[in-house]
């Protein structure tokens, strides 16, 4: 079931959501500070390309630095891409085919806002990290 998920979320919002990400990260990667920034644009992007059976957690080792960086993330790309969420999320939530996909939609608009501090794990690793 997650890869047919996965199959028509690539088709009809996954690869567009990617481009976006992308661009941001490669926007970012311009400047030498901005490269943690394009880094982390790439990872969720490619969570974004396909996000059935993954889930984001957060990461134990981060600091003051991922509160910072995540400031600084959303004045630069993080609120764009949160309205591309935003309005896929809507436009997918009209048929009903499309709801489990604008859930989804919805689910990354945290993680696009603030994505430092996180990690993309696999969801059956994710509950055994929670469960014990």
């Known amino acids: 079931m997650k890869t047919i998920l996965n199959i028509i979320w690539l088709v009809l919002c996954g690869f ?3 481009l976006g990400y992308l661009a941001a990260g490669l926007v970012l990667c311009v400047t030498i500070i901005g490269i943690p920034f394009g880094v ?3 990872r969720i992007g490619a969570y974004a390309l396909w996000p059935f059976g993954r889930t ?3 990461r134990p080792t981060a600091g003051a630095g991922s509160f910072i960086g995540n400031v600084l993330w959303v004045i630069l790309a993080g609120w764009w891409l949160a309205l591309g969420h ?3 999320g809507i436009a997918l ?3 009903i085919i499309g709801i489990p996909l604008a859930l989804a939609n919805f689910k990354l608009i945290p993680l696009s806002l603030m994505p430092l501090g996180k ?3 696999p969801t059956d690793q994710a509950f055994a990290q929670t469960r014990w």
């Open 16 to 18: 567009w959501m990617f």
């Open 40 to 42: 982390a644009a790439f």
């Open 56 to 58: 984001a957690v957060d």
């Open 86 to 88: 935003v309005f896929t």
């Open 93 to 95: 939530f009209v048929t």
């Open 119 to 121: 990690e993309i794990v």
